[in-house]
């Protein structure tokens, strides 16, 4: 009797959670996303690294219940031949145990890895935005990691708040002056406890001697294989776009300042084969959707033209309840790429969905719109 109770628990187990999947030919935006295990895939705030004919998903991965906003277990990597089937390739950067005192302690606040091949060193390059275990988003760093695979194990090397002791390539005459002890605090006034005013209360110039504020970002490789990263900085009231170094690994020191006072959050970043560079963001509203931010320039230090929202139809004004994370490029088809966002659950972060739309050039401007079900032949209309 004991044998058959056993045995009926372990065929409903293997049913529920261990049978392969069947593949899968469509992209179903919002709806659960079984990797091979037939287990909902756990990458949020993801990106997405095209190696040797195959794709690479980085992302966040999540627990349940509100502990999982906060990294418990590291950066979850799964790979695919096709972008519809994933395989759960495991953990690709584990944090550290939560009394080590490392940056990376169980604990920490761990988001938007992204990771990128660096074609010099053969090594894969992974940076993230870290918040300090039990400093809520106060530390604003970026984190660096280095792997010989891409399905890792990386390994920590450091984090750091970028660009110490170095001024933009566009910066004001004002961001040099001395700053008053008065605004070295945090000042409440705006959008809550951020600055009302950036530029009077000059974050860049009280932060030039320690380092740039990093929070949400993106890293994006030039078709001449120069990498920059992208960053919400100055308390997020600002982007800044800054170079890495050939090794991927810190910041030249060389960067520039955007859409100043726009609060933007979520950067995301694609370049056309005609060499035009798109950007889509997000406004600044914690976990809740909100309109997204679209722009375009000519070259990657600007100047930027805001382009408005991308988003049309039904729920555009809050980008179909989700977040930009990445821009994907399609290999093989020219000027396809997909946005890639996140319909955030911050009461129960593991139940995080997926929102890959295609992207659509009209007349000089981007254009997502609500689909239920897609696949890549959109690309080819
Ligand atoms: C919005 C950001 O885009 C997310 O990555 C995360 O940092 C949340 N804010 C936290 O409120």
Redesign the pocket.
Known sequence: MKRIIIFTLGLAVFISCGSPKPPINTFNPGQEWNDDNNVHINAH?GGILSFNKKYYWYGEHKVAGKIG?TAQVGVHVYSSDDLYNWKDEGIALSVDSADSGSDIAKGC?L??PKVSYNEKTKKFVMWF?LELKGQS?DAARSGVAVADSPTGPFTFIESMRPNKQAWPINVADYHKLPVSDTIKSKYCGGKGCLPAHVDSVNILGRDYQNGQMA??MNLFVDDNGKAYHLYSSEENSTLHIAELTDDYLSHSGTYARFFSNRYM??PTILKTSAGKYYFIA?D????APNAARSASADHIFGPWTELGNPCVGQDSALTFYS?STYILPVQGKKDAFIFMGDR?T?ENPIDGKYIWLPIHFVENRMELKWMDEWDLSVFDQ
């Open positions: 705030g906003n606040i988001e938007r935005h988003y929070r949400d959050e979520a997000s600044c509203t914690g976990w977040q955030w911050p």
